[in-house]
């Protein structure tokens, strides 16, 4: 999918408005600042992705510009991801948000869990992390640190809550931001693996490689990404994981 194209498709079917109803729709709260959520690569819609695209990084002539530092550490987070644990890339320098207008749903729902609700999604982030584990040792004979496996995230008790949303009504929202995804599916603008995309490999893939060399491709940035698992001391000598 071209990104213009995409942007172009939501701004004329107005599909920017239909987002911002679903983000209303999340209980008002306040934020302290600590970014202690911030440490992972969020799931994401593609309408989410081409808004957060559009709001902040979409020139007047379409050229798509993302400053510097937040392609740094969109790299640096890409490629260290199975080895250390890092802060989202979208955090500026003085620890903000720097999208936060266009912040994605599970950002916005932060806090507005019940902690029962937050304790059983962060377990199933948790497998999910073990299988990749699993899956890299059992095919590559490489191990992935404890601290990345094992890494999580407190549940937020200095989140001011106006309310808390249950699982229903998250549900709800996720079913919503599905069925916009939907229309530019059935609209030929996305193909179904683009569905379901994580914040950072969405701005890898489809954002920083379409201004590569042809060459740099995501096979290519993957195989870069096991060459730092494969340095790691735990897979060329005798120390446990």
Not at 128 to 134: E, G, L, S, Y
Not at 214 to 224: A, N, R
Request: net charge negative; with cysteine.
């Amino acid at each position: 999918m071209k990104i213009n194209e995409g942007i172009k498709y939501c701004t004329d079917h107005k599909l920017w408005d239909q987002l911002n109803e679903i983000y209303n729709a999340v209980p008002s709260g306040t934020c302290q600042g600590c970014t202690n959520c911030c440490h992972e690569s969020v799931n994401i819609s593609m309408v989410e992705a081409l808004h957060i695209v559009h709001r902040y990084y979409e020139m007047e002539n379409g050229q798509i510009e993302i400053p510097d530092p937040i392609e740094k550490n969109l790299l640096k987070y890409y490629f260290s991801e199975w080895v250390m644990p890092r802060k989202c890339p979208f955090l500026n320098e003085a620890h903000l948000c720097s999208i936060y207008e266009a912040r994605p749903l599970p950002c916005r729902i932060f806090g507005n869990r019940f902690r029962d609700a937050f304790d059983q999604n962060l377990k199933r982030i948790q497998r999910q992390n073990k299988r990749v584990a699993k899956t890299l040792f059992t095919e590559l004979q490489l191990k992935l640190p404890q601290s990345v496996v094992n890494r999580t995230i407190e549940y937020c008790e200095n989140y001011q809550r106006a309310r808390v949303l249950d699982e229903v009504e998250v549900n709800e929202l996720y079913d919503l931001l599905i069925n916009l995804d939907g229309k530019l599916f059935f609209s030929g603008f996305m193909g179904e693996m683009m569905m379901n995309q994580h914040l950072v490999g969405f701005f890898i893939e489809y954002v920083l490689l379409d201004k590569a060399y042809e060459v740099v491709t995501s096979e290519f940035l993957q195989e870069i990404r096991l060459d730092l698992v494969r340095s790691l001391p735990m897979n060329h000598s005798n120390e446990p994981a």
